[in-house]
């Protein structure tokens, strides 16, 4: 995959029917907190109330089309030192490098645009292997076992959590 094809950017209005195409999909939504999108209204709405407002939520965009999303959250007051990352690519876009791309834009973004960040964590359900290979090839560190730890779809899912220093080297 030509990286030069793949950006970064804000969500818009217009990207909706984009949005939906990966939304919508089960293979993309099983691991997100947030349920699949089935329908145009609702993708418009969750365009508009969730991913515009949000300080960093960018359209991962492949020749400046949306086939995913990367979001970094940063913690509030005395927790600002710490962001985590959420991600997501389309079923069809998978395994051509793009999330690792995708990725590595953000991690570098997230450094330089959040000041005081010093640590960008992420976490992974067990059974989600594709993530953890992508964080990484971007030079996460895979920290341990959380048991028990993250509730997505109606079930308390055990978790491993990565991180991203600051003073780390993308790879």
Same mark, same amino acid.
Request: proline share 2%; glycine share 6%.
């Given at each position: 995959?030509?990286?030069?094809?793949?950006? !970064?950017?804000?969500?818009?209005?217009?990207?909706?029917?984009?949005?939906?195409?990966? @939304?919508?999909?089960?293979?993309?939504?099983?691991?997100? +907190?947030?349920?699949? &999108?089935?329908? +145009?209204?609702? %993708? #418009?709405?969750?365009?508009?109330?969730?991913?515009?407002? $949000?300080?960093?939520?960018?359209?991962?965009?492949?020749?400046? +089309?949306?086939?995913?999303?990367?979001? &970094?959250?940063?913690?509030?007051?005395?927790?600002?030192?710490? %962001?985590?990352?959420?991600? %997501?690519?389309? @079923?069809?876009?998978?395994?051509?490098?793009?999330?690792?791309? @995708? #990725?590595?834009? %953000?991690?570098?973004? @997230?450094?330089?645009?959040?000041?005081?960040?010093?640590?960008?964590?992420?976490?992974?359900?067990?059974?989600? &292997?594709?993530? $953890?290979?992508?964080?990484?090839?971007? /030079?996460?560190?895979?920290? /341990? !076992? !959380?048991?028990?730890? /993250?509730?997505?779809? /109606?079930?308390?899912?055990? *978790? &491993?959590?990565?991180?991203?220093?600051?003073?780390? *080297?993308?790879?």
């Amino acid at each position: 995959m030509d990286p030069s094809r793949i950006s !970064l950017r804000r969500f818009h209005l217009p990207d909706v029917d984009d949005f939906l195409k990966w @939304a919508s999909d089960d293979k993309v939504t099983r691991y997100l +907190r947030w349920n699949t &999108i089935t329908s +145009r209204e609702e %993708a #418009l709405s969750y365009l508009q109330k969730v991913a515009i407002p $949000q300080t960093y939520r960018r359209s991962i965009c492949l020749d400046d +089309r949306s086939i995913g999303y990367v979001s &970094i959250k940063p913690g509030s007051s005395n927790d600002k030192s710490r %962001a985590r990352l959420g991600y %997501a690519v389309s @079923a069809g876009y998978r395994e051509q490098g793009i999330a690792t791309a @995708a #990725l590595k834009m %953000a991690v570098a973004n @997230a450094f330089t645009e959040f000041q005081g960040l010093v640590r960008v964590e992420a976490l992974v359900e067990v059974e989600n &292997i594709g993530s $953890q290979r992508v964080l990484e090839k971007v /030079g996460f560190l895979k920290e /341990g !076992l !959380l048991r028990k730890y /993250g509730f997505c779809k /109606g079930e308390i899912r055990d *978790m &491993i959590v990565y991180s991203f220093l600051s003073t780390d *080297m993308i790879k």
